[in-house]
């Protein structure tokens, strides 16, 4: 008589859990998760906030690194080989170093990158920290062509890459929300509701900090 296999347990990091994109998609990416294939712990090595309670609800346990970096590495170490964690998966390249803290426990360590150029890794030391983002996984998500084949260039055959977009979550009931929206702005059924997706904070190409703040929310408005 055959018997079900366990699900495999994944531990995934990310930098903070505040109102962005790259945190939103993380909770979409759990709430779709097959839970009969994978068990989901949630690492933040930065700050908890908005995403924090909707994980948690899917009940998902999150757990926030705290003290020295060598504190957290240690943390996140200790809390791997007790829950019997497979798989790592950082979600931002940031958080790519921390894959490192599992050397010789054979988890598998999976790694993000977000920009081109290692943009959003930070200027100060950038050799060091492009080094601790690559070292400790074997294989890297991309989320857009040009970061995929820049890495490729650089890294030719050492790591495994992979090309994935990023995901726009659909409406359930788009009927319905254009009309909250239209009573919400005060917009005609004759005028044109047009939404727009975006960041209005400045990019820089150069170098960012460590622990990027997120973009603000952009509603709908109306073009009359």
């Known amino acids: 008589m055959s018997t079900l296999a366990r699900p495999q347990t994944i531990a995934?990091?990310?930098?903070?859990?505040?109102?962005?994109?790259?945190?939103?998609?993380?909770?979409?990416?759990?709430?779709?998760?097959?839970r009969t294939r994978w068990r989901p712990l949630v690492f933040v090595s930065g700050e908890l906030g908005y995403w924090e309670r909707p994980?948690?609800?899917?009940?998902?346990?999150?757990?926030?690194?705290?003290?020295?970096?060598?504190?957290?590495?240690?943390?996140l170490r200790a809390a791997c080989r007790a829950e019997g964690v497979t798989h790592f998966f950082s979600w931002s390249s940031y958080t790519n170093g921390y894959a490192l803290a599992l050397r010789g426990l054979g988890?598998?360590?999976?790694?993000?990158?977000?920009?081109?150029?290692?943009?959003?890794?930070?200027?100060?030391?950038?050799?060091?920290?492009?080094?601790?983002?690559?070292?400790?996984?074997?294989?890297?998500?991309?989320?857009?062509?040009?970061?995929?084949?820049?890495?490729?260039?650089r890294l030719g055959r050492r790591k495994e890459l992979v090309f994935v977009?990023?995901?726009?979550?659909?409406?359930?009931?788009?009927?319905?929300?254009?009309?909250?929206?239209?009573?919400?702005?005060?917009?005609?059924?004759?005028?044109?509701?047009?939404?727009?997706?975006?960041?209005?904070?400045p990019r820089r190409t150069s170098g960012a900090s460590s622990r990027p703040s997120p973009p603000p929310v952009l509603a709908p408005r109306s073009v009359r």
């Open 107 to 153: 988890v598998r360590c999976v790694g993000s990158f977000r920009n081109y150029h290692f943009a959003d890794l930070p200027e100060r030391r950038r050799r060091l920290w492009t080094w601790l983002s690559l070292a400790g996984i074997s294989t890297v998500v991309c989320n857009s062509r040009a970061t995929y084949d820049a890495l490729r260039s």
């Open 12 to 34: 995934v990091i990310i930098g903070q859990l505040a109102q962005g994109g790259s945190e939103r998609q993380l909770a979409f990416f759990l709430t779709h998760c097959d």
């Open 165 to 201: 977009p990023n995901s726009v979550q659909a409406l359930a009931d788009p009927a319905s929300s254009r009309a909250r929206w239209r009573e919400t702005l005060g917009v005609g059924a004759s005028e044109t509701l047009v939404v727009g997706v975006g960041g209005s904070r």
């Open 55 to 75: 994980i948690r609800e899917l009940d998902i346990p999150v757990t926030l690194l705290q003290g020295s970096q060598r504190t957290k590495l240690l943390q």
